[in-house]
Each structure stands twice: as C-alpha cells, then as structure tokens.
C-alpha cells in the first residue's frame, strides 16, 4: 500500500515501536460487519474515530502530520484489520 511520505514516517513508527498489532485491534473494535441479511456494505468503519485515538496516541512521535496522513494510516488498519 502506497503512502505520502508523512503516512509511510508514521506507519515506520508504528511498525518499529512494535505496536502494529495494538493498532489493528483497535481497528478491528471499530470495524463494524454488517449482518447476512443486512442491505448496504459488508463492514463499515469509524475512520474519524480511530484518526482521532492515533492522533491522540502517536503525533507526539510523529511531527507535522495532518488530518489526511492519520487518515492514510486508519485506512491500513482497517485493511489489514479486515484480512487478518
């Protein structure tokens, strides 16, 4: 998966720290699937919240970052999350 050059310094981070695994579970508890019989998408995920909480968790390792790097960085969780 391709980062902008402050998402691929933040997942580093998150990788190096060996906190990878911590971040997909947080993920996963916000990775809502959807029922069998359900209309509208298979899984839906709270991206603000979880922006919000590495955010709150990790910019004071990770310096300069915006809104749409921690988003980059929920995306992955979400995805690894899903297929892990």
Not at 3 to 16: N, P, Y
Not at 38 to 63: C, F, H, M, N, W
Request: net charge negative; aromatic share 10%.
């Amino acid at each position: 998966m391709p980062f902008s050059s402050k998402a691929q310094e933040i997942h580093d981070h998150i990788v190096s720290s060996g906190k990878s695994d911590y971040w997909i579970g947080a993920a996963k508890y916000l990775l809502n699937r959807g029922g069998q019989h359900q209309p509208g998408k298979a899984y839906t995920r709270d991206v603000p919240a979880l922006r919000e909480q590495l955010i709150a968790e990790v910019s004071g390792a990770v310096t300069g970052a915006n809104d749409n790097h921690w988003e980059e960085i929920a995306h992955w969780l979400f995805y690894e999350a899903k297929h892990s």
